[in-house]
Each structure stands twice: as C-alpha cells, then as structure tokens.
C-alpha cells in the first residue's frame, strides 16, 4: 500500500514538503455502521512521506482527520492541506 501511494502522488513531490500540514482521509465502505478512527491510516501517511509530499508525521509536520462515510462503492480519498489554511478558516469562523 504504502509504495502504490508513493508512486501515485509522485507528480506532487515537493509541494507541501516544508510546510505543515493537515492530511484528511475520506474513507468510504460499504458497511452501515462501522467506525471510522479503528482503520490504519499509517500506510497512508508513510506512502506521502516516502512520495515526498510531506517531510514527516510528527506533530511538527502533520496533523490529521479521519471521515467514514457509506458508499456502494468502497475507496479512500486522501487531501492534503497546509495548516495555516485552515487556521485561516478557524479564525474566520471564531470573529
């Protein structure tokens, strides 16, 4: 898994490598109820890593969401986001 990331987002490589980050997974299933925060996301955040979109997933370089969602048909979706965008949005809100 880990590998096919990497070589998935290659075409991104640098973008968001020294900036801080907020990775959101959309995970889709077909199940009615299941729960979101129990599937392994690591390999998706070693595959970003090793396909040079972030430098790291510590809590200087990352942060991240999980969303489940019912769909007929299952799949990932994976969005990456500097974090001074959403603060940006945070504080719009806040005011």
């Known amino acids: 898994m880990i590998s096919n990331i990497s070589w998935n987002v290659r075409k991104y490589e640098g973008l968001f490598y020294h900036k801080t980050v907020i990775v959101i997974i959309k995970i889709y299933d077909n199940k009615t109820i299941w729960d979101a925060d129990n599937r392994n996301v690591k390999p998706i955040h070693d595959g970003l890593i090793h396909g040079r ?38 504080n719009k ?3």
């Open 53 to 90: 979109i972030v430098k790291d997933d510590n809590i200087y370089c990352s942060s991240y969401m999980v969303q489940g969602y019912y769909s007929n048909r299952p799949h990932t979706e994976v969005y990456v986001i500097a974090d001074d965008e959403i603060t940006n949005i945070i």
């Open 93 to 95: 809100k806040i005011r």
